[in-house]
Nanobody, 121 residues
């Protein structure tokens, strides 16, 4: 099992930036793809971005493409989500999760507790 802890959320004005971090401990984190998801009040949890174990493959939701970059530092067991040009509709709780394998896709195994991002207009 991998324990995941998200951080970096907060309150930011529209047009601003935030960098979220997902720090992992436990089984070999570097072997697994990781995804970021978000859930706004009253809505389903949606996919935001994902990265393969090596960082060689990434995937983004259309809603954040061009404004968001996912990256990872396997020496620090951490995955990052850099979000720029934030919009009020980006307001949500952001979660990271590990996939069952090293490539993006398939079952999600471990989840963090989430970090709140609030974008004011």
């Amino acid at each position: 099992q991998v324990q995941l802890v998200e951080s970096g959320g907060g309150l930011v004005q529209a047009g601003g930036s935030l960098r979220l971090s997902c720090a992992a401990s436990g089984r070999t984190f570097r072997e697994y793809a990781v995804g970021w998801f978000r859930q706004a009040p009253g809505k389903d949890r949606d996919f935001v971005a994902a990265i393969s174990w090596s960082g060689g493959a990434t995937l983004y939701a259309d809603s954040v493409k061009g404004r968001t970059t996912i990256s990872r530092d396997n020496t620090k067991n951490t995955v990052y989500l850099q979000m720029n040009s934030l919009k009020p509709e980006d307001t949500a709780v952001y979660y990271c999760a590990t996939y069952a394998g090293g490539e993006i896709g398939g079952p999600l195994i471990d989840w963090g507790q989430g970090t709140q991002v609030t974008v004011s207009s």
